[in-house]
């Protein structure tokens, strides 16, 4: 959400290594990708590990998420601290990002953002389930992260590494944890596999909220199903990244 | 949903025949039609029966249906199997063509999709009725294909001959069949009519999720009113067929 | 929806006369501007009275809405008896333009269409009631038109004198008629009032439908605020026509 | 709503100068932004007080939002006086523009539109409360006119210097006033602040829907929580503005 330009006391943590043209290029396209999807509207950010250096990811600097190009692509440590900032601005939320990669291991790719269809399940009691085979990674469960619980009355961002954190104590083994009143974080082994989370999050939402309107139990895909469909979507991830990175890129 | 090179041990199946291009085009622009109406997302496949050979049928390579053109036709056997690979990938889910035709004489195109609004009638108790004229198709019933009944906790996928069977069992001789936590498969008996009824089926959910909310009994088509009202609609498809490929041929 | 070749036993009804060229391109923009809000999808039809003859109406040759040019209005006598064929294939459904003008010399244009909002009024015992100064022509009243209960089980379809004057009877002196299973039919003053009212008529049912998902009473614009209203909106008509008939306009 | 030619009998206000053109590029812009985004439809109106003069205010003439440029921009006095008419027709509704300028000298720039999503929390028992940080603004609480209770039935426009004030009075110290079947007023400090709080009135109004949908209690933002989100919302609206902004200039 907000941005801040890094602090400028201490040294600036090393650079994990220079990062080939085509992955900043993609790591760009995903951020255009969710706005063209309507997961990120004017805020809302996506990230990816440095593929050298896992205690380095990679963020673009804080800009409008349909905007973003390579030339916007920043380095952080884990702690949120830019490699180079050259007076660019850095997402306030940056520590999200590197407190969850901290934490997981398995995580290359985190997205973070609130469409409208999946905050009144950050602010209400209804558990968010997997109403079809793309959202098989919701299948685990996703829990409700309420900054007040730890933190009282804030200005709702994630903008230290103790609220990053949190948050990624709360995700716990999980792929996408909701924020309260708030939006949404999901994570993936692959920045593709990130992107297709965030999207089916959000389309999951739309299902389980008609779901919900027509009444009765929810027919939900189960654990087994899940893990067994999930498979089969990291595996085929392909054909819907190449489709929307072409509608994305000029 | 996934895909996979066919298996080549065996001869592959002898082609029912060359097909007249302008044929080729139609199937080509239906899978683009229903991507363009949002019947299809990153996934979704319309197929046809070969118009010379009752026992193939022409369906496209594994891609994003907005992207499919004449070159990614494929032909396949009621069994699935490529009369001409060529290296192409084939949609996994293609045996849920196979077993309709086999099944059902009358079916010459079929289309599988899973948007939104239609989703939440597959994991609720909750029949879909024909709200209007134009899902008529929808008045004798729509059944729900649960692949749990006969194969337990599985990755959703139709991916075998075994289980397009037994989702051409539950179709029976309906229009429709919604596929539990997954989407539904419209049939019909020309190319224009299927992709009719994919569109209308996603515009009925939406039509009925609105109704139930109203609440109360809802006045839905009776089955003499579908009869009638579907012969209307098979004899003028193609006012609605004529727009829908102009908008998406370039 | 259906269409048909008019009768050609009889002598054609003499036309009303020539119509202006800019007149003519008013109605075909009002054909195109009901796609482009979505009122009309492939079917739906527009019509206007001849400027110069009470007894004859203008409406376009049976052609999907959005694609209307001049070239396609045909003139037809109220009775549904096209003036000047040359081998246009009419809308079926024009005798309930015929029907209403008939019976409503007030009515100067008529829209018909059946956009997914509306239908769940038709179906529904829930009234629809005026949800803001926008749609102050509802706040008199909208019946509802159930075609099976004079003509019992059809295809739904207004296909002849006796059932469009069934459905002028129903409209009686109000402004909106819904049909059961079907759809709508918009009439005003003038074009560009039947146009804002058929817009309107679908912007207010997704208003009411979300608020009946608020629950409790509705504080709906009363009968002598509508009269009011509906007044400043004739007025200030121009507004709105001029803008969506640009946005038509290549 | 409707518009008026400003009447004539007295001399016209002194201009409180000229205004730099960016300045009124920007406010044309928000017009096209509003407009964009849904928030207006064929009406609505967005102003902002004269950079110089606190008792003036500039606002379009009576035109479609998303049509307005430079030229459209007309000055007022507060009791909706144009300086200079030159013939062009003002909106009915600037009076309520004038008098929330006059009670509230915080207010820098004022927007009133009509969307679907907004208009039933206007006409149920229903408080909007604020789903999210992008909706901090609405945490303080979301007063209804409801313009019956001082004027009886009315035409719903809030077309005098009487009635202006009688929403400013209700309005109070809050950012956003609901209209009973109507629409809503956001002001804000910053013509960019007034516009976003715009779009987000809308956005808020959905998820407010979807969660009611969902049932249950809401863990909305609290008095606390607002305060301190709609100032870092404040802080770096400049970010969603330039990307708006950039979408609706040609």
């Known amino acids: ?21 085509a992955v900043l290029e993609d790591l760009a396209a995903a951020s255009r990708i969710l706005a063209d999807h309507g ?9 990816m590990r440095h593929p050298k250096h896992p205690e380095r990811f990679l963020l673009s600097r804080a800009l409008a998420p349909a905007l973003v190009t390579v030339d916007d692509i920043m380095e952080f440590s884990l702690d949120g601290e830019p490699c180079e900032a050259r007076g660019r601005s850095a997402f306030l939320e940056r520590f999200l990002h590197g407190e969850i990669y901290r934490k997981r291991v398995d995580v290359m790719a985190i997205a973070h953002g609130h469409p409208a269809a999946v905050i009144p399940f950050g602010v209400t009691g209804t558990p968010m389930r997997a109403m079809s085979h793309n ?10 992260f309420d900054i007040r619980k730890a933190f009282g009355a804030t200005d709702i961002v994630v903008g230290s590494p103790e609220k990053g954190a949190a948050l990624a104590e709360v995700l716990g083994d999980k792929s996408v944890v909701l924020l309260r009143a708030h939006g949404f974080v999901a994570v993936g082994p692959t920045l593709p596999a990130a992107v297709f989370r965030a999207v089916f ?10 779901a919900t309107l027509l009444g009765g139990p929810i027919a939900a895909l189960d654990a087994e199903e899940g893990r067994k469909a999930d498979a089969v979507n990291l595996a ?4 819907s990244w190449e ?3 072409r509608r994305v890129t000029p």
């Open 39 to 47: 997961v990120f509207d004017a805020s809302g950010h996506v990230s």
């Open 201 to 210: 999050t959000e389309v999951n939402a739309r299902i389980q909220l008609q």
């Open 236 to 239: 085929t991830v392909g054909r």
């Open 243 to 245: 489709l929307w990175k």
């Open 135 to 144: 959202a098989a990674f919701l299948a685990p469960g996703v829990p409700v």
């Open 1 to 21: 959400m907000p941005d801040s330009t890094p602090s400028v006391g201490t040294a600036a943590p090393v650079s994990g290594g220079a990062v080939e043209r």
